[in-house]
């Protein structure tokens, strides 16, 4: 199986940068992916990693290790906008299928 | 806006009764998805169809059942309907069966059993 942890809840301030963690354990790893989802409305997507490294895009970063089976999403120059779930997902290699596994989603709260 | 419908998007009913939900994919996905989102609990994926055909399952009670449609629509069976299904369904779709990249998803379906 799959088991994908990462913080429940964050909170940060306005235009700060906050890295929001996440760990996994699987088997036939073939990607890590982070959406966001505000409540009640689709994740949408953020940012995938498939090798090691750093992948930018805007205010939003994404690095992973696959070794250390970890992966952090950057954000930087919060906004308020930003509160939101922040959820990261493993995509498993199955025979004709493109599956991803959920964590639990990390609430985070920007304050002023 | 992601380009993947669901409908309806709220829909209320009792224990014991049947609903479909209805998930229409972007245009030119082949590949359906179903999750299921209860609250405080993460995506939990149920099950694929790729042009029509079953391709992977995830954890999809017997009570539920799915099917993609030759226009490539999908459609979600729960039955026996429990208090515990009241979630947040989703739908995404990606063009690829395989090693595709991101999966689009729709605005949700969400389900209260009362």
């Known amino acids: 199986g799959q088991n994908i942890d990462q913080p429940t809840e964050m909170t940060a301030t306005e235009g700060a940068i906050v890295q929001i963690n996440c760990t996994y354990q699987?088997?036939?790893?073939?990607?890590l992916f982070w959406y966001q989802q505000h409540a009640g409305e689709a994740p949408t997507f953020l940012s995938y990693?498939?090798?090691?490294g750093l992948e930018e895009k805007g205010r939003f970063s994404s690095f992973l290790s696959r070794s250390k089976g970890y992966s952090y999403l950057l954000l930087k120059e919060l906004q308020m906008k930003d509160s939101a779930s922040y959820l990261c997902?493993?995509?498993?290699?199955?025979?004709?299928?493109?599956?991803?596994?959920f964590g639990t989603g990390t609430r985070l709260t920007v304050i002023p | 806006d992601s380009g993947v419908t669901q409908t309806p998007k709220h829909l209320i009913t009792a224990t014991g009764q049947r609903v479909t939900l209805r998930c229409s994919p972007r245009s030119g996905d082949l590949s359906v998805y179903w999750y299921q989102q209860s609250l405080d609990q993460g995506l939990q994926f149920l099950i694929q169809y790729y042009n029509g055909e079953e391709r992977a399952k995830g954890n999809i009670l017997e009570r539920f059942s799915a099917q993609q449609f030759p226009d490539l629509h999908s459609e979600l069976n729960l039955s026996s309907l429990e208090l515990g299904d009241s979630a947040l369904y989703f739908c995404a779709s990606s063009p690829l069966q395989g090693l595709g990249n991101e999966q689009f998803f729709g605005p949700g379906t969400r389900l209260t059993v009362l």
């Open positions: 997902a493993v995509r498993v290699a199955q025979t004709g299928a493109n599956n991803l596994f």
């Open positions: 699987t088997s036939g790893f073939n990607g």
């Open positions: 990693n498939v090798l090691d």
